[in-house]
C-alpha cells in the first residue's frame, strides 16, 4: 500500500515539475544526501541478500523469489531494491538537472521512480497475497518430504502428497501404503513416522497421516 501510494505521488509530482519546471534548491545537498542513501541502502540490500542465498540453493534470485515461501525477506528484498533504484534514478536525475540546467530531467526522475515503486509493490503483493491465503510448500521441500517418508521403515509406498504453507508453518496430508503389519504394529509404526517426520521438518504444524491399500 505505502509503495503504491508513494509511486502514484511520485508520478504525480513529476508530472507537475513537466508542466511547471521549477529550479532544484541545493543540489548538491540533495546531491550528498543521495549519495549517503544509496550507500545506507546497499548495506541493507547486502544484508538481506546474505540471508537469500543461505536458502535460495542454485535457483536464481528470481526463481527464489517466484518460489519463496518466506514473506519476511520476500518483503525486504521487495523494500531495499526499490529504495536502491529509486535513490539511484533521483541521483541520476539531479545531475542530468545540474548539468544540462533543464529542469525536466529533475520530473522524468520522479516519474521513474514512480514507475519502480508501482512495480515492485505489485510484484510484492501478488507473493505475499499467495503466502498469506496459502499455497503448497515449494518443489525442494516437497521432494525431501516424499522421499523421507518413503524411506521409512513401515512404509512401502506413498501414493500421495498433500502440503499447505501458512506463514513460515507447514501443514502435511500423506496418503501411504504401509508394510503388511498387525493392528497394533501399523499404530506403532504410524506413530514413529510422524515422530520422525516432524524431527525432520520441524515447520511442520500439523500432519496428517493415512495408511490406504490403493490409490
Known sequence: MLFSLGGLFSLYEGWHKLTEPQAI???????????????????????CLHEVNKVRGNRTLWRWFRESRQ????????????ALLGLALALVAVLLTVLTENAAWDAL?????????????????????ALLIGQSADHETEARLREFLRRQPGVEKVFRLLTLQLGTSLMV?????????????????????????????PEIQWLFFEPDVAD
Open 173 to 201: 496430508a500423506a496418503k501411504v501404503k504401509m508394510k503388511p503389519e498387525s493392528a497394533a504394529e501399523l499404530v506403532a509404526a504410524i506413530n514413529r513416522a510422524e515422530a520422525a517426520t516432524r524431527a525432520e521438518f
Open 71 to 82: 514473506s519476511e525477506l520476500v518483503v525486504i528484498l521487495g523494500e531495499d531494491l526499490a
Open 25 to 47: 534548491s541545493y543540489p548538491w545537498v540533495a546531491v550528498g544526501i543521495l549519495v549517503f542513501g544509496l550507500a545506507a541502502e546497499s548495506v541493507s540490500l547486502r544484508a
Open 109 to 129: 526522475g520522479s516519474m521513474s521512480i514512480g514507475v519502480v515503486l508501482i512495480v515492485v509493490a505489485i510484484l510484492v503483493g501478488i507473493e505475499i497475497k
